[in-house]
């Protein structure tokens, strides 16, 4: 089993739509998760930490259950410019290093 | 505050080179990392580095070399370029402690023929 796994996608969706993203993984002692947003050829950024009480930033929901080993993210009302990448991120066992799913592709269209 | 800076942004280099991608970071972050990006791939560790003096490596570590002689610069070596290492380097920094935001640089593009 992948370390993080993610459905690539893409997901197509009109805007003002909502969508939701999920993601697992594999070991149960990871104690960091966040999501990462990557627009086409740059850098990955910080787009939300997972707290396990589920949390909320704007139109931005994410949640974690610990016992499936599950992270999901809900974009309400999609804008133009949520289209993008979207990084599921764990951390490793020991560390800060971390593991980066492959990634969900949105495109939020007119 | 220019944040994590790497250079060059672009680079072509004939099997065998050898080159030194540069990062550097003005945040006084303890920790570094860098990573590789492939097609289809996501996101994987080279080598991470938790201080000054201090480095390990990551999932992919072949063919790389890095040191970490002050805090702000992360460089990663090298030794003799193959096309497998044809990739976008990523480098990252953070805070000490699991909870923190990594903030990477901007990428460098290498293409080895």
């Known amino acids: 089993r992948k370390e993080v796994e993610q459905d690539p996608g893409p997901f197509n969706v009109p805007e003002g739509a909502t969508v939701a993203f999920n993601c697992t993984y594999s070991?149960?002692?990871?104690?960091?998760f966040f999501w990462y947003r990557q627009d086409c050829r740059k850098e990955p950024k910080l787009l939300m930490s997972?707290?396990?009480s589920g949390n909320e930033d704007g139109r931005f929901t994410a949640q974690l259950n610990r016992a499936s080993q599950y992270i999901s993210l809900l974009i309400r009302d999609s804008k133009l410019s949520d289209s993008a990448t979207y990084l599921c991120?764990?951390?490793?066992?020991?560390?800060?290093?971390?593991?980066f799913g492959k990634g969900t592709s949105l495109l939020v269209t007119p | 505050n220019a944040g994590v800076t790497q250079t060059p942004k672009f680079q072509v280099l004939k099997t065998g080179q050898s080159m030194t991608l540069q990062c550097a970071q003005d945040?006084?972050?303890?920790?570094m990392s860098w990573y590789r990006q492939d097609p289809g791939m996501g996101l994987r560790l080279i080598h991470y580095?938790?201080?000054?003096?201090?480095?390990d490596q990551g999932e992919v570590p072949n063919g790389y070399n890095v040191s970490r002689s002050t805090t702000e610069d992360f460089p990663l070596r090298l030794l003799s370029a193959a096309p497998s290492q044809t990739s976008v380097y990523f480098c990252?920094?953070?805070?000490?402690?699991?909870?923190?935001?990594?903030?990477f640089g901007p990428g460098t593009r290498l293409t080895v023929t």
């Open positions: 990252a920094s953070s805070y000490s402690g699991t909870n923190y935001e990594q903030y």
């Open positions: 070991n149960s002692a990871s104690q960091s």
């Open positions: 997972v707290y396990s």
């Open positions: 991120v764990v951390n490793k066992h020991s560390g800060y290093a971390l593991n």
């Open positions: 945040m006084n972050h303890e920790y």
């Open positions: 580095s938790v201080g000054a003096g201090i480095t």
